[in-house]
């Protein structure tokens, strides 16, 4: 489920868990919708990535290729982020 700064997602004990939308994007190369976020209880430098639907439901990049194209915008996003 999205909002508009957070996300909520299930984790492996299935517990639900917030976490705050980094940013989102758009990909005509795979005709999909991205969302990137972290999660916003913890420090962690650890960011994920998930495309979804006009529901605001997620589901999982499934190819090596789109994920290699979601790393590359996630990195230009932590460079511009640095250089600001």
Request: with cysteine; proline share 7%; glycine share 6%.
């Given at each position: 489920m999205l909002d508009s700064n957070c996300l909520y997602v299930q984790d492996e004990n299935g517990n639900e868990k917030k976490m705050t939308i980094l940013f989102t994007f758009d990909s005509d190369d795979y005709q999909k919708q991205y969302v990137v976020f972290q999660d916003a209880d913890h420090d962690s430098e650890e960011v994920y990535a998930s495309?979804?639907?006009?529901?605001?439901?997620?589901?999982?990049?499934e190819s090596d290729e789109e994920w290699s194209m979601v790393e590359e915008v996630i990195n230009?996003?932590?460079?511009d982020e640095e250089n600001a």
């Open positions: 495309c979804y639907d006009d529901k605001g439901n997620l589901f999982p990049i230009t996003f932590v460079e």
